[in-house]
T-cell receptor, first 111, second 115 residues
Framework: GQQLNQSPQSMFIQEGEDVSMNCTSS?????WLWYKQDPGEGPVLLIA?????ELTSNGRLTAQFGITRKDSFLNISASIPSDVGIYFCAGPIQGAQKLVFGQGTRLTINP | GAVVSQHPSWVICKSGTSVKIECRSLDFQATTMFWYRQFPKQSLMLMATSNEGSKATYEQGVEKDKFLINHASLTLSTLTVTSAHPEDSSFYICSARTGQQETQYFGPGTRLLVL
């Protein structure tokens, strides 16, 4: 079945550093979604990508839809303490209404 | 826009009792709602998909008689955990989408603790 492999699983960085994480699959996806989940909360949509090669920004966040349709990247520039959390990539399963999620990247920031 | 609420945000109950969790889309019509379960430090695990006015579709391994889902209106879905046991303790999250849109919007989650 369609699966998403997200890396790295965790990141420990200093405040102010840039962050980069990615999501890959052996299957083609037509949509890539990036969510952030704070402790004890539900995931919040950060960026949605609908077209191969698309590069979309949301403030300090930038995400790209890989040209092969099998990967996506999320970058965070100049990290701040509130960026701490778990970041999930997700994509729709073909022929179904549901999403498949990556395992998540846990971001920790040292002040 | 695209706000989803859940109630309650946390609940503690005794083993053997039933617990109902509500999921509401506040500013859009949710033709499809989803219920997830999340264990600590793990990703989201889909339990079931429900379309308004239809029976829910459960994922493999999820007991439909234990986790009753009702999606009676375009803005409300409920998950009832029947005869709850300690192993049902978890973080339950709903999401909603409208039409054929693939993007799901999540509620804040409900933490259930069964004693």
């Amino acid at each position: 079945g369609q699966q998403l492999n997200q890396s790295p699983q965790s990141m420990f960085i200093q405040e102010g550093e840039d962050v980069s994480m990615n999501c890959t699959s052996s299957s083609i996806f037509n949509t890539w979604l990036w969510y952030k989940q704070d402790p004890g909360e539900g995931p919040v949509l950060l960026i949605a990508l609908y077209k191969a090669g698309e590069l979309t920004s949301n403030g300090r966040l930038t995400a790209q839809f890989g040209i092969t349709r099998k990967d996506s990247f999320l970058n965070i520039s100049a990290s701040i303490p509130s960026d701490v959390g778990i970041y999930f990539c997700a994509g729709p399963i073909q022929g179904a209404q549901k999403l498949v999620f990556g395992q998540g990247t846990r971001l920790t920031i040292n002040p | 826009g695209a706000v989803v609420s859940q109630h309650p945000s946390w609940v503690i109950c005794k083993s053997g009792t039933s617990v109902k969790i509500e999921c509401r889309s506040l500013d859009f019509q949710a033709t499809t709602m989803f219920w997830y379960r999340q264990f600590p430090k793990q990703s989201l695990m889909l339990m079931a998909t429900s379309n308004e006015g239809s029976k829910a579709t459960y994922e493999q391994g999820v007991e439909k008689d234990k986790f009753l889902i009702n999606h009676a209106s375009l803005t409300l879905s409920t998950l009832t955990v029947t005869s709850a046991h300690p192993e049902d303790s978890s973080f339950y999250i709903c999401s909603a989408r409208t039409g054929q849109q693939e993007t799901q919007y999540f509620g804040p989650g409900t933490r259930l603790l069964v004693l």
